[in-house]
């Protein structure tokens, strides 16, 4: 909650500076920040419902929220790149004076206050995609506080008042790649692709290293959201009783999980020799 009333304090003042100092950069700040507070907001909702038990509607409960939220975060983002792109290119064709000194002043509270909000945000961001998209967020409106400042102490010594947009340019560009990577990361878990880190190729040889088993075959591996792995398989063993599955059901789960990270695993035995037609 501080982090989000903060971007809006943050917003208000640059909004204001912006249109006095005659600063596209920090009108470009002042969207980024804006959006900053929307993002916090939708990360915060998602993270809520990702935490909600599984029903019988939702039988995975309602994790992949968070997955969605980083999408429409990192969307929003994307849109404001463009349109700050716009409007620098067309301030660099149609350059207007700027108050270097008040945009000075205004850059550097916002630095400040992006500084607290991302050091906030910091620790949640190693493992949660949601998270992370948040605090691309707040980084990037620190590190385009920081070009904002140099620009403006530019500005007032040099009178380079091209560096404004161009530094608007720098920064949705900046911007729109991070936002673009974790869009990917995200559909890549909305599409079911293996998690990355983990090979197909080096995942199968270990399963047939497990005693017990002479083959595995149907298997499927997705992501439910940034931690939760699941692997399903169908499992050939000798012919046998029921019971004799559990210790090398145990195995293949203490495998998984040392080896790539899996944490849910769904098994389903068969005698090689007479279900699938292999050698046992």
Not at 9 to 14: D, G, K, L, M, Y
Not at 119 to 134: C, F, T
Not at 175 to 186: F, T
Not at 231 to 257: K, N, R, Y
Request: aromatic share 8%; net charge negative.
């Amino acid at each position: 909650m501080v982090t989000m009333f903060l971007n809006f304090a943050i917003t208000i003042v640059e909004v204001i500076g912006g249109v006095l100092s005659g600063s596209l950069s920090l009108i470009s700040d002042a969207l980024h920040n804006f959006s900053d507070g929307i993002a916090i907001i939708i990360s915060y909702v998602a993270l809520r419902l990702s935490q909600k038990p599984r029903s019988n509607q939702y039988t995975f409960g309602l994790k992949r929220a968070q997955i969605l939220a980083a999408v429409v975060n990192s969307a929003v983002l994307l849109a404001v790149c463009v349109y700050l792109l716009r409007e620098a290119f067309d301030k660099l064709l149609h350059p207007q004076q700027v108050d270097g000194g008040l945009m000075l002043v205004v850059a550097s509270f916002g630095l400040v206050a992006n500084l607290v909000g991302t050091w906030l945000l910091h620790r949640g961001a190693k493992n949660n995609l949601n998270i992370r998209s948040a605090y691309l967020h707040l980084l990037s409106d620190a590190v385009s506080s920081v070009a904002v400042i140099f620009g403006a102490i530019a500005i007032k010594l040099f009178g380079l008042i091209w560096i404004d947009p161009l530094l608007s340019i720098i920064i949705a560009i900046y911007v729109g790649w991070e936002s673009w990577k974790i869009i990917q990361s995200a559909i890549d878990v909305l599409m079911l692709k293996v998690p990355a880190g983990i090979s197909m190729e080096d995942l199968d040889p270990k399963l047939k290293e497990v005693p017990g088993v002479s083959d595995a075959h149907h298997i499927h591996l997705w992501q439910v959201d940034d931690c939760d792995v699941h692997f399903e398989a169908h499992i050939s063993v000798e012919d046998g009783l029921i019971s004799a599955t559990a210790p090398i059901a145990g195995l293949i789960e203490q495998t998984l999980h040392k080896n790539f990270g899996i944490n849910h695993v769904t098994l389903q035995f068969e005698a090689g020799n007479c279900l699938t037609g292999k050698p046992s």
